[in-house]
């Protein structure tokens, strides 16, 4: 199903006798614009993209293919354009990208890509990946700025609460979303983007993803054994605490973390008769940490009920900083109902009542991996120059009247530091400054790779930054 040519909207394959006849060259730039859910964007997903679709090259079996579904389809075919990629250039697309640094912290309307063709033949070639590289952008840099800012509150509470904030923020967020996303792809990129802020995760394809793209030298994410209703309610309501205690046999021991959801029947009646009386010694004795899921309910109140039960039955302590902290044998994890807005008002609610954040976990499914779309961050990508036969730049842009919000860059664009932030501003009004648009894609050729190590320290630096 990868053919790069067929990896755009159809009425790309016309476009190419659109453009003037005196165009040698197209920049075009991608920018998140100005949005109603975020200032800045967490910058991710570019490197993934190179590495899986613009370091194959495009064959003349798949120029055949796209010519016969472009016939069938009623859109021209840009036969000759493309059988020159292949003669001329080995299947690689004569293209430069340039890009600020992943795992930055991007000011909207900061452009944070930059695209243009390296051959005169095919102005039309820069616009033409719009499709495909939006796709391979705005996915996961959306997941890891909204992850980002769950990182925010969560960490903030943890540094109001907690005597090991740093030890501790990683594992506070888990994934939980491959189950509710449209493919496997959206699994592996927008689980990747998670890892940029959190270990926590129990989607799969993530883990082979950061390796693979970004190059991750240890495991990137963990998880624990868990239980879910079926094989919970699968042994019947009568022997629901065999369910349990045999989760506390077959996982539990010195320094090990279980996790058991216990709402299947009536939580309150788990939490007090069952954990906390006749499987409280075996809980205590093992040596682990059990940590209770509830899965319905208020997922504010419920948890902070069920934390108080479990100080009464399991004791606990206050910390330094004056919050309640488990017995280290109990912990709790909310995932059902766990967005953006119910994290801020749990951390809230938990500081109000004394709790330190150490004692709970959230986790996000949907909402962390799906709940998102091209427009939460107003990503696009638009032309902004034209270089003429003469060698002559010339601006292109819109300015819609209708919708000034919608107006794009004119001229080719770079980007500078500017007080701790990024400011864009035009190519030729650089003067003798560096832009930070550094060339990474030439020709079908990667210039600069980033380990994801590297774009998780520079997500932590932004994290610091805002909240400092």
Same mark, same amino acid.
């Given at each position: ?43 991710f ?86 499709t ?13 700025t ?24 990683g ?22 983007a ?13 883990l ?22 079926s094989t ?24 090990k ?40 309910? %208020?997922?504010?109140?419920? *948890? &902070?009920?069920?934390? #108080? $039960? ?7 302590? @206050?910390? !330094? ?49 799906q ?23 010339? %601006?292109?842009?819109?300015? *819609? &009247?209708?919708?000034p #919000? $919608? ?7 770079? @980007?500078? !530091? ?44 932004a ?6």
């Amino acid at each position: 199903m990868r053919n790069l040519i067929l990896s755009t909207d159809s009425y790309k394959q016309s476009h190419f006798k659109q453009y003037p006849p005196e165009a040698r060259y197209i920049s075009a730039y991608v920018e998140a614009r100005n949005n109603a859910f975020t200032d800045k964007s967490i910058f991710f997903g570019l490197q993934a993209f190179l590495r899986d679709y613009l370091t194959t090259p495009v064959t003349a079996a798949n120029v055949a293919e796209a010519q016969s579904v472009c016939a069938a389809h009623g859109v021209p075919f840009n036969k000759d354009g493309w059988d020159a990629i292949v003669s001329d250039h080995k299947g690689f697309l004569p293209i430069e990208i340039s890009a600020l640094e992943e795992g930055r912290a991007v000011p909207n309307s900061v452009p944070m890509v930059q695209v243009v063709n390296t051959d005169p033949r095919m102005p039309w070639l820069a616009t033409y990946l719009e499709t495909a590289l939006l796709r391979g952008i705005w996915y996961p840099t959306t997941v890891a700025t909204l992850s980002f800012k769950a990182k925010q509150k969560i960490y903030s509470a943890l540094q109001k609460t907690s005597e090991d904030p740093d030890g501790q923020i990683g594992l506070k967020l888990h994934d939980f979303g491959a189950r509710g996303v449209s493919s496997g792809e959206s699994a592996m990129l927008g689980g990747m983007a998670h890892l940029v802020n959190f270990i926590g995760t129990d989607t799969m394809e993530s883990l082979l993803a950061a390796k693979r793209y970004y190059d991750a030298e240890d495991m990137p994410g963990v998880s624990i054994p868990a239980a879910e209703h079926s094989t919970m309610t699968s042994w019947g309501r009568a022997r629901e605490q065999d369910a349990y205690e045999n989760m506390i046999d077959q996982f539990g021991g010195a320094g090990k973390v279980v996790a058991v959801v216990s709402d299947s029947y009536d939580l309150d009646k788990a939490v007090e008769k069952i954990w906390g009386d006749a499987l409280k010694s075996k809980v205590l004795e093992n040596g682990g940490t059990l940590v209770v899921r509830p899965d319905s309910g %208020d997922p504010v109140e419920t *948890p &902070i009920r069920t934390l #108080g $039960k479990l100080y009464d039955l399991f004791g606990g302590t @206050v910390n !330094a900083k004056g919050f309640k902290v488990l017995n280290p044998a109990v912990r709790i994890i909310q995932g059902d109902g766990m967005n953006i807005d119910s994290i801020g008002v749990f951390m809230a609610r938990l500081i109000e009542e004394g709790w330190s954040i150490d004692n709970v976990a959230c986790g996000m499914g949907g909402g962390l991996l799906q709940k998102i779309d091209r427009d939460t961050l107003r990503f696009a990508m638009k032309a902004n120059a034209m270089c003429d036969e003469q060698g002559q730049w010339h %601006d292109v842009f819109k300015k *819609p &009247i209708t919708d000034p #919000g $919608k107006g794009s860059k004119a001229g080719r664009q770079a @980007v500078v !530091a500017e007080d701790v932030t990024y400011q864009a501003l035009r190519l030729d009004a650089l003067g003798g400054r560096e832009s930070l648009l550094k060339p990474v894609f030439r020709d079908g050729k990667i210039l600069s790779s980033v380990s994801l190590e590297t774009v998780r320290a520079r997500a932590q630096a932004a994290l610091l930054d805002s909240l400092s």
